[in-house]
């Protein structure tokens, strides 16, 4: 379909125009609710791409993608039971596929469900041992459980795999704080601020540091 690959190309005028010309040509095209609907997440009209994926599962009952993306569009709109069904049914479909499990546990975490979390993350990284959200999610959710330890061997792991990963950073930073380590503290603040430059919760955390290892 050439609205894909405008989509590709982010030419979301073109695509758009593309995607509605299927669906004239064929009213059950799901590829093209399923593209349509892309475009609506990524413009934040999260009803029309919720209106849209439903559209595509109805006429493609097995419509992965069309389920993860209703998932992350109720996600965004804090509507968090709809999401997990969403990404559960995703799951049915292809539990093979680690995509689901992470953004499920994403889910989880948000309702502080930590253990739920930890579980689809550990899922996840078993199917896909280098997926860095995974690690960095679960050990979000080991973090917020005062787990340091495990929290501090999952960020390791994310940063490995992915070494702009700010939020790991910023995480372990925070970790290496509370044990009093501000030096490693200090440095891992400053790669924070090395990938988001402008971010004023990192300044702040690097000054804190900065504070306190020279107090």
């Given at each position: 379909?050439r609205?894909?690959?405008?989509?590709?190309?982010?030419?979301y005028d073109s695509?758009?125009?593309?995607y509605n010309?299927?669906?004239?040509?064929?009213?059950?095209?799901?590829?093209a609710?399923?593209?349509?609907?892309k475009?609506?997440?990524?413009e934040e009209?999260y009803?029309?791409a919720?209106?849209?994926c439903?559209?595509?599962i109805?006429f493609?009952e097995e419509?992965?993608d069309a389920?993860?993306k209703?998932?992350?569009?109720?996600d965004?709109?804090?509507?968090y039971?709809?999401a997990?069904?969403?990404?559960?049914?995703?799951i049915?479909?292809?539990d093979?596929?680690?995509e689901?499990?992470c953004?499920?546990g994403?889910?989880?975490?948000?309702?502080e469900?930590?253990?739920?979390a930890?579980e689809?993350y550990?899922?996840a990284i078993e199917l896909?041992?280098?997926?860095a959200?995974?690690y960095?999610?679960?050990g979000d959710?080991y973090?917020?459980?005062?787990?340091?330890?495990?929290a501090l061997?999952?960020y390791?792991?994310?940063?490995?795999?992915d070494?702009?990963?700010?939020?790991?950073?910023?995480?372990?930073?925070?970790?290496?704080?509370?044990?009093?380590d501000?030096?490693?503290?200090?440095?891992d603040?400053k790669d924070?601020?090395r990938?988001?430059?402008?971010?004023?919760?990192?300044?702040e955390?690097?000054e804190?540091?900065l504070?306190?290892?020279?107090?």
């Amino acid at each position: 379909n050439r609205g894909d690959v405008y989509y590709q190309l982010d030419d979301y005028d073109s695509a758009l125009e593309e995607y509605n010309q299927a669906i004239e040509i064929d009213e059950e095209n799901a590829a093209a609710y399923y593209g349509r609907a892309k475009i609506y997440y990524d413009e934040e009209e999260y009803d029309e791409a919720i209106a849209d994926c439903t559209r595509a599962i109805e006429f493609d009952e097995e419509n992965y993608d069309a389920y993860c993306k209703r998932g992350d569009a109720y996600d965004m709109q804090e509507d968090y039971d709809s999401a997990i069904e969403d990404y559960t049914q995703a799951i049915a479909i292809d539990d093979e596929n680690d995509e689901a499990y992470c953004k499920r546990g994403n889910v989880y975490s948000e309702q502080e469900d930590y253990e739920s979390a930890i579980e689809d993350y550990t899922t996840a990284i078993e199917l896909n041992d280098e997926n860095a959200e995974a690690y960095c999610g679960r050990g979000d959710a080991y973090y917020m459980q005062d787990d340091f330890d495990s929290a501090l061997e999952d960020y390791n792991e994310a940063l490995d795999l992915d070494s702009d990963n700010q939020t790991a950073y910023y995480a372990r930073g925070n970790i290496y704080c509370i044990q009093g380590d501000y030096q490693s503290a200090v440095e891992d603040y400053k790669d924070a601020l090395r990938i988001d430059p402008d971010n004023e919760t990192y300044k702040e955390a690097l000054e804190d540091a900065l504070n306190k290892q020279f107090e």
